[in-house]
């Protein structure tokens, strides 16, 4: 097993904390208050259960896997984006930020995502999606309600699966709107395992003991990973390396859990992030970042690491 030394630690509190575990997770929460009040306007948009599905027979007659997330002119965050400066412009979200991206990132995305609890997935749901690697439900969802991301449960992953040939040159920034507790689906993140660069999902990951993991790159070198499960209070906000592996397993509570993702990437100059990717010791960008799906989208690969944790 290669052992990756800890790369040296200098700068802003964000910029060590990628350097060394690959996420930042703040101290201060965004204004929970405001949280509160966005999650009772995005709940009160729809009833998050089984109305929220396409029926079996429904599904069947016209099968669609790809084109049901969230997107330009579909997506419930447009809505609210007036609401938004709790999130996008309380000065310690904007510091860590403009640390590791520079002063003048972008915003890429922003939706909701919602993890879905079992008692709002209709059973012959259950029994088709069982043991998907990632199961996003937006194939399953009636076409008015894909404005926003649902899943229930999603294996370890880097965000750069979705951005074939793009650097890593973007953050995630997730934000919890009500307390997540452990039954709520919680993100699982495995510090450190940023440092191999961009892996192809699914990702090569043993258990190894009760909070660790062996992490393989796929060309000989593994390292050795804790995972760190983000529970917490409303306005809980942490941001994460396009490369670090996180999931979250299905919500075991009986609600919905309900939280904002942002993808933020550096526009120009150089920032706290490349200092962090020069680091790393594999590549930036994939020419293929996942295995998973067939030609139409649908899951071809079984099996779910997170689910083990």
Known sequence: MTALSPAPLAGHPAVNDFLEHGTHIFAPLVDPVAAADLLAEIRATRAFDHS???SEAEFDADPQYTGVNPRPGRNLLERYEDRLGF???APHIVDALGALLGADYEILNRKVVCGVPQSAVPAWLR???LGNPVNNLGAYVRPDYRDITYFYGIDFHQDLIDYRDRPADFLTLYVYLHP???QD???FLLE????FGGTVFPHDLRRDGAEEWVYG????RSLRTRQKVLTGPAGFAAIWHACTLHGTQPDAADHERISLRYLVARRSGRAGIDEV???LSGPLALPQTRVDLGADGQAVVRGNHVNMA
Not at 192 to 195: E, I, K, N, T
């Open 127 to 129: 029994r088709r999606i």
């Open 192 to 195: 450190g395992s940023h440092r």
């Open 217 to 220: 790159d796929g060309a000989g």
């Open 52 to 54: 929220l599905f396409l």
């Open 185 to 187: 689906a919680p993100l």
């Open 180 to 182: 997540v507790g452990p």
């Open 87 to 89: 999130v996008e412009q």
């Open 277 to 279: 990717n020069a680091q």
